[in-house]
């Protein structure tokens, strides 16, 4: 959950990159990285092995700027993809705000995206949290490729409930802000809530 | 939701400074943190302006969540110290009362066993201010105080992302 320090004025929020394996979370974060303005960013922390997998978490604190006097702090991390490193993403998800599943629109990942939905629900669910209350949108990623699958199968598969979804294509960067902005939103909207 | 939302009011805050800063003095230590289990940094002491701060609270969070899954496979429930020793500077890491992590860096000039000494006292003084924070939390909750953002407009959350 959100941190709210009141001593020194500033509220800290967990956003999470889910989804399968090489779908392209690392990249998003990449492309967040790059495009912000030094002053709004720290370090971005990546634990992947040698071939570039993440595999324990990245992790890349921004600050949006300010609310009511209060500066507004996200930390995005990204969980491994992989399917054999679940105990690491279980870890990753505590204490989370808003999740961003990013699902890879090529025809023969969608089982893994099948999967990888459903073990979002299973691990946030043994966290005490229920993927139909907390924050959390969907970026279809990749759409720039051939054998990217058509837009509506995805949707039926991945989004049933017609939550907030953005198209994206993460190594160019677009969709990328508007995916981030979408899950901002929630997030901010649910502190609104009080909790 | 299954972790309640931390909150930090001033009062605590300055608390918990002084017993940060006393620790930092009396263990002989560079650097003195005190961290969520989330991973945000609450409060810290010393020499802290050579350090990415929230890079260590968040890797320092990713350890203990990390030994804490491992604490589990094998039956334990968590390990609430860890060690790690370098060539120069060691880390110093443990857990209060299940819910924040006292972390401290040290070099030479002071020593494993002086830290764990004062770490211990100072983990005791945390822990009541912790309890007596969680305890205001929920006084607050219980008679409904309005969140601060409860006025947040569309338009302040659409302002962050104006440039």
Known sequence: MSFINYSSKEINCKIVYYGPGLCGKTTNLQYVYGKTNPVAKGKMISLATETERTLFFDFLPLTLGEIKGFKVRFHLYTVPGQIFYDASRKLILKGVDGVVFVADSQVERMEANMESFENLAVNLKEQGYDLDKIPYVVQYNKRDLPNAAPLEELKNLLNPKGIPEFEACAATGEGVFETLKGISKLVLTELKKGR | ?163
């Open chain 2, 1 to 163: 939701m299954a972790v309640p939302q931390l909150v930090m009011y001033e009062e605590e805050s300055k608390l918990i400074s002084v017993v940060l800063e006393r620790l930092n003095r009396e263990a002989n230590s560079k650097v003195v943190f005190l961290v969520d289990k989330n991973g945000q940094l609450i409060s810290a002491a010393g020499d802290t302006k050579n350090l990415d701060t929230t890079s260590l609270a968040s890797l320092t969070a990713g350890n203990i969540a990390a030994t804490g899954g491992l604490a589990k496979l094998i039956g334990e429930k968590e390990f609430s110290i860890l060690f790690h020793e370098g060539e120069k500077d060691n880390i110093h890491i443990s857990i209060i009362g299940q819910r924040v992590i006292l972390v401290v860096v040290f070099d030479t000039r002071s020593s494993l066993g002086l830290v764990r000494l004062r770490v211990k006292k100072a983990s005791d003084e945390l822990k009541t201010i912790f309890d007596g924070l969680l305890a205001k939390m929920e006084q607050k909750e219980a008679i409904n105080v309005e969140s601060p953002f409860a006025e947040i407009t569309d338009d302040d959350i659409d302002g962050l992302f104006s440039e």
